[in-house]
């Protein structure tokens, strides 16, 4: 009796579970065992066999790292393609200032996260707690803060001191950040 192509083909993958190759049971395995309780034919089940193969893909990424990053002149490359695209395509440029604008629409304070993390260093984890610290309310008049607050720092080294309401950093701002000014004018208030 003459076997089919189907037929060999059966028998050559049912002989290759049996052989020992561990990366092809591994991936037949993977298959599988999507719920994870079916075998790769070494009695394996799927959870083994993806950590294994997880494992290996680690160990061969991190040995042929060059494949997979690219180097600083292919990056150069591969921006200067894209600039090229953005100068003379207008459906391009268009593209790019639609998805930007709704990306600024969709997450209004990611934009505020990353101007206060340039100017003045302070990340949203240090954002957040110095906020939370001051109970969410200016550090001067104690008002809660219904608007974005402001991030007082001192202009000659740069130091944060804390977050302020609209009204009180300006009141700071005007008298200069000067400690004397703001005693006079405590004594004036007082005096009347």
Same mark, same amino acid.
């Given at each position: ?12 993958t049912?002989e ?15 298959r ?36 997979? /990053?690219?180097?600083r *002149?292919?990056?150069d ?16 440029? *268009?593209?790019? /200032?639609?998805?930007? /604008? ?24 240090d ?44 009141a ?10 703001? *005693?006079?004018?405590?004594k ?5």
């Open positions: 009796m003459r076997k089919t192509r189907k037929q060999d083909r059966v028998n050559t049912s290759c579970s049996h052989s020992g190759d561990r990366t092809r049971n591994a991936v037949r395995g993977q599988t065992a999507k719920g994870g309780t079916s075998s790769d034919g070494h009695g394996n089940t799927g959870e083994d066999v993806s950590r294994s193969k997880s494992e290996y893909m680690k160990a061969y990424y991190a040995a042929n790292k060059s494949k997979w /990053k690219r180097n *002149e292919q990056q490359k591969a921006n200067e393609s894209k600039r090229r695209m953005y100068r003379e395509r207008e459906e391009v440029r *268009e593209y790019y /200032k639609s998805h930007a /604008k709704q990306h600024r629409l969709k997450n209004p304070h990611q934009r505020r996260r990353s101007e206060v993390f340039k100017r003045y260093g302070l990340s949203s984890i954002y957040e707690g110095l906020l939370e610290a001051q109970g969410n309310s200016c550090a001067v008049c104690r008002v809660v803060f219904t608007k974005t607050p402001h991030v007082d720092h001192c202009h000659d080294n740069g130091h944060v001191r804390g977050l302020l309401c609209f009204n009180c950093n300006r700071i701002g005007h008298f200069q950040n000067d400690v004397q000014i703001m *005693e006079r004018a405590i004036y208030l007082t005096r009347n």
